[in-house]
């Protein structure tokens, strides 16, 4: 998906998450460090309040950090549904989630960084990982 952001302008990342204390906690953080950040909520998404694809066309973020919460196998499978959307194809994935070990133990092993209370050392790889889509996108 290519960028058509005007020059000079900050890269965009998308947060969607089940809490809103932890969309608080990464726009703060990732605002911090230059980017310009758009949240929403799984839930938006799942209900149907918010369409996925509208969402990335109209954001056009250059990663989106998403959080798979309890129940793991249904959400992680409504993750791989919106993964596939025509709009989705090609965009880089962030995935969060509260219990590694618990959550791969349900779904299998996967690229997912474990966020447990908000705090800074919970958040640094996070952004380790954003700031690494972000580049190889540019």
């Known amino acids: 998906m290519p960028d058509s952001r005007p020059a000079g302008t900050l890269p965009v990342v998308a947060v969607i ?22 949240t929403s909520h799984v839930q938006d998404f799942k209900t149907g309040r918010q369409n996925f694809g509208s969402f990335l066309r109209s954001h056009k973020p250059a990663v989106v950090v998403y959080d798979i919460s309890v129940p793991y196998e249904d959400n992680w499978t409504f993750l791989q549904m919106l993964r596939e959307l025509p709009d989705a194809r090609g965009q880089s994935f962030v995935i969060t989630t509260v219990n590694k070990r618990i959550f791969e133990r349900r779904v299998g092993p996967a690229d997912v960084i474990e966020i447990e209370g908000g705090r800074a050392d919970d958040i640094d790889p996070v952004i380790d990982a954003v700031r690494r889509h972000v580049s190889t996108r540019q």
């Not at 809103?20 to 980017?35: H, T, Y």
Request: aromatic share 4%; no cysteine.
């Open 17 to 38: 998450n089940t809490s809103d204390d932890l969309v608080q906690v990464l726009r703060e953080a990732l605002i911090r460090e230059g980017f310009d950040v758009v």
